[in-house]
């Protein structure tokens, strides 16, 4: 590792982690040969308790490689001995069953492993011409499969450990993205791989989140831990942040309604927020249960707001006009941890994070009944989806390295 602020970085993209150490003494932990360098490599990079939620031994080999990526100081030689400890000692946490539904809608999930092993695949984007792209978060690149062809191409960013989270395109066909390890947006040019950097004006601003573009063609994204709004002039460079009114509310993912208003959620509280683009003033809107912890959202034609409850296991729908919140628990229950969403096809589509194996749900508002699919091979962490110009969701998945189309029959 590069210092503090890239151990940093590492507890934040591996395991979602606060930047709070804890000393831990070594009796803590299962006696081994590895123990000692255990304590010493992860309690210096995250709360070492993390460790706790366990993995598959599968899952073991993709975090390790994870770790590698971004330098983890552990010799070489070590490396086995560390896998083998981990995956011995830290099993998967048990999970709740997926629930599987059927019903009148017929849907194939088409899977393709990414090149790059390790590559945490964070945000998927469908673009404009039928590509699927994808944030290599922990390999500091950008990737683009074109699923007729299965051709992929994978673009190194500009800068060392950038740490790509979203992606959005613009109207010519240029890829934006935050660098969530290095408090910047960047630009690529997919036909020359030339990476632009549009680092943030206050220090605090390190973790740039989610963007979408407004129909003016301004770029409007969230900085969770900072707790802010930004908003990003393409055409100048200029960026503006606005800080959100509630302490520690984690502005997490952000769309625009067909208004031009960017509307967001905030992570750490249990409130929706929309931000004037004129004014810059925020409206925040307070969900029924003080548990409430809502991670996605999307905007349906009608300009309702829909989001996934992450902490709850429940899909709401907020009416911005009248504040009425109404809410349906997710098929898989309570710690199903529903988090990528999207809108399509007049139905919402979204994955349950938390069920073994993960799902792909559909939800019809008009007959408020789901139905549900397992990914294949058990998914695993569907952070974020998008849908392609034909109408069907796109998803990545983190932990299995991997990217989808979801083909509505």
Not at 20 to 45: I, L, N
Request: proline residues 9%.
């Amino acid at each position: 590792m590069r210092g503090s602020s890239l151990m940093f970085s590492l507890a934040m993209v591996v395991f979602g982690a606060s930047a709070a150490q804890a000393q831990y003494t070594e009796r803590e932990w299962p006696e081994s040969p590895s123990k000692h360098r255990f304590v010493a490599t992860c309690d210096g990079c995250h709360d070492i308790n993390r460790v706790r939620v366990g993995y598959t031994p599968e899952g073991w080999l993709t975090v390790v490689r994870m770790m590698q990526n971004m330098q983890a100081p552990v010799p070489p030689e070590e490396w086995g001995a560390m896998t083998d400890y981990l995956m011995k000692n830290f099993p998967e946490r048990k999970r709740p069953a997926a629930v599987i539904i059927d019903g009148p809608v017929k849907a194939n999930i088409q899977l393709w492993d990414v090149p790059t092993q390790g590559s945490r695949p964070h945000d998927p984007l469908a673009a404009r011409d039928g590509s699927i792209w994808w944030s290599g978060q922990l390999v500091n690149k950008l990737g683009r499969l074109d699923p007729k062809t299965n051709a992929i191409r994978e673009y190194t960013l500009k800068s060392a450990f950038t740490g790509p989270h979203g992606l959005v395109e613009d109207k010519v066909g240029n890829i934006w993205f935050t660098g969530n390890n290095t408090a910047l947006i960047g630009k690529l040019d997919p036909n020359t791989g030339i990476v632009t950097e549009y680092p943030m004006p206050d220090a605090n601003a390190k973790d740039p989140h989610t963007l979408n573009f407004d129909q003016s063609g301004i770029l409007w994204f969230t900085v969770q831990q900072a707790n802010m709004i930004g908003r990003l002039d393409p055409a100048t460079g200029a960026v503006k942040l606005i800080t959100s009114p509630t302490p520690k509310s984690r502005p997490y993912g952000l769309k625009i309604n067909s208004h031009g208003v960017p509307v967001f959620v905030e992570f750490g509280a249990n409130k929706i927020a929309s931000i004037d683009p004129a004014t810059l003033a925020i409206k925040e809107y307070t969900l029924p249960d003080t548990g409430a912890r809502p991670r996605r959202l999307v905007i349906d034609p009608d300009d309702m707001i829909w989001y996934v409850d992450f902490a709850r296991g429940y899909l709401g729908k907020l009416d911005p006009a009248t504040g009425a919140v109404k809410e349906w628990p997710s098929p898989s229950g309570a710690k199903s941890e529903p988090y990528g969403i999207v809108f399509t096809k007049g139905a919402l589509w979204y994955s349950e994070s938390a069920a073994k194996p993960n799902t792909i749900v559909r939800f019809d508002p008009r007959t408020d009944q789901f139905q549900s699919w397992a990914i294949p091979g058990g998914g695993d962490i569907v952070r974020n989806m998008d849908v392609n110009p034909d109408g069907n969701p796109v998803i990545a998945n983190s932990l299995t390295n991997q990217v989808g189309l979801v083909e509505i029959k």
